[in-house]
């Protein structure tokens, strides 16, 4: 049984020019132990995807079992139980930590809310993690302000495995980072995934970080999952056209002075286009990508396209 | 190994190119023992995270420094310590009735050293009358704004967090309050209701409270979309939680600056009510000393002034403060929010 | 061919920090000069201390020779005449960047007119033309666009427009694709680069991003808290980084080591933050530094020129002869 599975979910906002469909029947399975990573561009749904799996926002249809237990259909106090199993870390240092709380309350908050009795304990629990994550013990005293980017996103690391969960939730942890700090954070988070058995959804638009961290690579685009892969079956050879694109735009040294760009932007999601979402911008559409929507299979060797052309 | 000379005199061992580095890499010798390589950083201590204050105001020290270092606001304090100082020792100096009648009508200031003052038409200390009118003006300027601001950040909270039909109902019952004149409203509750300095308080606390709403409402709609907030929701943490410890003390600052200006309304309100005789007629406040010196504002001009000039003063000390809140919560505040 | 832009020991001051301290580097005609670095290295206000935009406590000195000028010794009435007609600049946010109660074509004309002498239609006709040069669809119709009914990508083109639009000699590019998708980043470098060859312009390319460099800079000057640690072609500045700095940011690097996967190994760290910077009298890199000997921390390294094109700060770098005779042996 998978830790996380998700079974056509669909999380659609009233927006001012009708509805946007920012997810929009998505499947994926997360296996315990295992780091999936969650790539695409702007507009293609993936932290709405994120926030949905942990009912931060409430998705319109569809099914997430989290541990075989229904987390869509879960009444609040349950859910309560939900939240100390699956996590997330957020993208903006300077504005996932409340400004005018110690690192010492931010860590206990968790702990007491979460039936950890006795001021004692959970202080030492929260210095134990606080260690941990690399930063010095004086730092339960400090404001957020008073840290750098980097040590911002280890406070919120330590924030987000303080409960112990299974599953952690990265929405771009290393985006807002400088390159030196990329690394410090993503060894960080390794390592914790190691000592504390936990698996990972990483949601990322950088693709070279993805391919060192990433055992199974999900490719979205406007609202669906347009590919699935081990991360090296991805990069030896991609199916889906989208996600050729992606990859030959990361910018290759060994391409001189050469990009190798696909037309066109990127599409609104409030708007998908008929048929095959992808087909205004893809160089092989043919007749049939521009009325059938494909459907996601499965292909040799647990790779997954949805693409009316890949074998 | 090979060694290269270097520029420097001094030799290194040749290594391979930067490329993949595969092996641990080269930390510095003198730093933390192998056995807990994941500590890297600790051979470059932070700078900011070295020097170690504990003093228990580091959270809100700059703000003070930068109001303390504004000389208006500082202004503004003293002037309000001094009113305040007046209300506290008004029994003291004077601890008869200021409305009993104690010399010959219509004295002037300076002319006699016991009313340094002067007195009113009905020979009334004038001076006794301002310290007790101190206490009337900072008592209902006080309490009516803690209590506008109290009505105020509950409705406001409850509609600006929760959104939704909850949100629409209590803007609907905002904006009755809104459009209703306040001073008309003001005069009519007083009225209603036996005029004492407690329903004067209320009265006035119940003009006030929607403004206070919406600019609370405005600040949990906005704090309610940050990160740290989701972050709070995902870990389970309760509404009255989220509302109280960690959305308020980020909504605060707006809303203190905005409660010194408050103050300074109420009393405004308070001194327009009492000189239209609509305000607690058993207590001597500076509304009704300019409205009892009203008649004879030519001849006795001083009855009128002097008081007004308190209200003036006041009124100002208060806005300096406000100002002087402003410039020191909100910069930081636009930053870290 | 004498170098267009040849920046002499420029340095920015504020009342209590010297976020630039004595940088010097040369941009010729129709060059991509890169400048990389990581937030503190100063690359940022180095640019606007180029076009004279340096916020109003900050000091600019040494010297900025622009076509012969000094820019630094210019009057803020003589710098307006240079800025956006022979030195332009687009910078990182497309959405801020745009005046949005002005029509795209409204703000590409405003330049055309201020700079040339150009009537109200003919302005907008060079402006639909710009509108092409940068490959915007239907450009005749767009040109009464506002900004917000264009996307992101667009918006950055748009400003290149309006930055191209008076043949500028030099272009200065403030991490302009970092807030784009790498699809978008993919289209708007080429972009660049063609406009690059066309115009025959310099173009400065400020990042953070070693992919980019690796793939579209002619040279690459790379700064560390204020100065330039090191300088050269891109080809051997990665191949064979000489400063630690530079040799640890390309082996944190995931985009440039291929194949690398965290079942492999760690990524390699430079431990620390910038922050350790502040407050050296030395070297800045010493407390990051994995070879910092203790002379380190009592002056600051001379940049040493390696070769022709290369320059390092840095004195633990072997002499080049060595590496050749070495090479030559075999290792």
């Not at chain 2, 409402?217 to 940050?226: P, V």
């Not at chain 2, 309304?265 to 607690?280: N, P, Q, R, V, Y």
Request: hydrophobic share 45%.
């Amino acid at each position: 049984m998978s830790l996380l599975s998700v079974d056509n979910l669909s999380t659609h906002y009233p927006g001012a020019a009708g509805t946007v469909r920012a997810v929009d029947g998505v499947s994926l399975e997360i296996a315990e132990g295992e780091t999936v990573a969650l790539v695409g561009e702007s507009g293609c749904g993936k932290s709405t995807l994120g926030k949905s799996l942990m009912r931060l926002v409430t998705p319109s249809s569809g099914r997430v079992h989290f541990q075989g237990r229904d987390v869509t259909a879960m009444s609040s106090k349950e859910l309560q139980s939900i939240r100390r199993s699956v996590q997330m870390i957020f993208q903006d240092p300077f504005a996932s930590l409340n400004p005018r709380q110690t690192i010492r309350t931010i860590l206990t908050a968790p702990l007491a809310v979460h039936g950890v009795s006795g001021r004692k304990r959970r202080e030492e629990i929260a210095a134990q993690m606080v260690e941990h994550v690399g930063l010095p013990a004086d730092a339960l005293d400090r404001f957020p302000h008073e840290f750098s980017g980097g040590q911002r996103q280890r406070i919120g690391i330590a924030r987000a495995l303080i409960l112990q969960p299974q599953l952690v939730i990265c929405d771009e942890p290393v985006s807002a980072l400088d390159l030196s700090i990329q690394a410090q954070i993503l060894n960080l988070l390794v390592e914790m995934k190691t000592e504390l058995s936990l698996s990972y959804l990483f949601i990322s638009h950088d693709l070279s970080v993805v391919r060192y961290f990433a055992d199974r690579v999900l490719v979205m685009y406007l609202g669906r999952i347009v590919e699935s892969a081990a991360t090296s079956d991805l990069w030896r050879g991609a199916k889906h056209p989208y996600t050729q694109a992606l990859l030959a735009a990361v910018p290759d040294p060994s391409r001189r002075k050469q990009a190798a760009p696909i037309t066109g932007d990127l599409p609104s999601p409030h708007n998908p286009p008929a048929g095959c979402r992808f087909h205004i911008r893809c160089p092989l559409a043919t007749g049939i990508c521009r009325t059938e929507d494909p459907i996601f299979r499965q292909l040799a060797g647990g790779h997954a396209v949805a693409c009316h052309h890949a074998q | 190994m090979n060694k290269l000379g270097t520029y420097a005199a001094e030799t290194i061992d040749l290594e391979p190119p930067a490329r993949a580095e595969t092996a641990r890499p080269a930390t510095n010798p003198a730093a933390q023992p192998a056995a807990q390589p994941r500590w890297t950083h600790i051979h470059a201590p932070d700078v900011r995270a070295s020097a170690v204050r504990s003093t228990a105001w580091r959270g809100l020290r700059r703000e003070f420094k930068v109001f303390l270092s504004n000389p208006n606001a500082l202004f503004g304090v003293a002037f309000l310590l001094v009113v305040a100082l007046s209300a506290l020792l008004a029994s003291v100096i004077y601890p008869s009735d200021p409305m009993e009648m104690v010399a010959r009508p219509f004295l002037w200031p300076g002319q006699n050293v016991t009313y340094p003052l002067g007195t009113d038409s009905m020979g009334r200390d004038v001076l006794a009358g301002i310290l007790h009118g101190a206490r009337i003006s900072l008592t209902v300027g006080i309490a009516a704004t803690l209590l506008g601001l109290s009505a105020g950040i509950l409705i406001g909270a409850t509609a600006g967090y929760f959104g939704g039909i909850v949100d629409d109902i209590l803007v609907k019952f905002i904006e009755i309050f809104q459009t209703i004149p306040s001073f008309v409203l003001l005069v009519v509750l007083v009225a209603i209701a036996q005029p004492t300095t407690g329903t004067v308080t209320v009265a006035i606390a119940t003009v006030s409270w929607p403004t206070v709403a919406r600019l609370t409402r405005a600040e949990f709609r906005a704090i309610r979309e940050k990160d740290y907030v989701l972050a709070a929701r995902s870990l389970g943490f309760g509404h009255a939680r989220i509302i109280f410890r960690e959305i308020l003390p980020n909504a605060l600052p707006p809303l203190i600056v905005t409660s010194s200006v408050m103050v300074a309304s109420a009393i405004l309100m308070e001194s327009a009510l009492s000189f239209m005789g609509l305000g607690d007629p058993n207590r001597i406040s500076w509304g009704s000393m300019i409205g009892a010196g009203r008649d004879v504002i030519r001849t006795a001009w001083y009855l009128t002034a002097l008081p007004g000039l308190a209200i003036v003063f006041t009124v100002l000390a208060l806005n300096l403060i406000g100002d002087g809140l402003n410039d020191a919560l909100n910069p930081r505040f636009s930053e870290e929010r | 061919m004498a170098a267009l832009l040849d920046v002499r020991d420029l340095s920015v001051r504020f009342p209590s920090a010297e976020p630039v301290k004595g940088v010097s580097f040369t941009a010729n005609p129709g060059e991509m000069l890169a400048i990389v670095g990581e937030s503190g290295s100063g690359k940022s206000l180095t640019a606007l201390a180029l076009m004279g935009l340096l916020p109003r406590q900050a000091r600019a000195g040494g010297q900025i020779s622009f076509d012969g000028r000094d820019l630094l010794s210019l009057r803020e009435r003589d710098l307006r005449r240079i800025r956006g007609r022979d030195i332009a600049m687009i910078f990182q946010e497309p959405m801020t960047s745009l005046n949005p109660v002005l029509t795209i074509g409204d703000q590409i004309v405003e330049v055309l007119r201020i700079h040339e002498d150009l009537s109200r239609r003919h302005a907008r006709a060079r402006a639909i033309e710009l509108l092409e040069l940068v490959s915007i669809p239907e450009p005749a119709r767009r040109i009464d666009d506002y900004p917000h009914q264009l996307s992101g990508g667009m918006r950055q083109r748009v400003m290149i427009a309006i930055a191209v639009a008076c043949n500028p000699k030099l272009l200065i590019a403030d991490e302009a694709t970092t807030a784009l998708d790498v699809t978008i980043q993919a289209q708007v470098l080429q972009l660049l680069d063609n406009l690059r060859v066309k115009l025959n312009m310099a173009v400065i390319l400020i990042t953070h991003d070693l992919g980019i460099v690796a793939q579209w800079a002619d040279r690459v000057v790379v700064m560390y808290a204020g100065r330039k640690i090191e300088e050269g072609f891109p080809g051997p500045v990665f191949d064979t980084p000489y400063h630690p700095y530079t040799r640890g940011l390309l082996a944190a690097s995931p985009r440039l080591k291929a194949d690398y996967h965290y079942s492999d190994g760690p990524l390699s760290e430079i431990p620390g933050s910038i922050i350790s910077a502040s407050g050296e009298r030395g070297c800045s890199f010493r407390p990051r530094c994995p070879v910092a000997r203790p002379a380190c921390a009592f002056a600051v390294p001379e940049l040493l020129s390696v070769s022709a094109e290369r320059q390092v700060a840095c004195p633990y770098v072997p002499i080049p002869s060595e590496v050749a005779h070495v090479a030559s042996v075999g290792r």
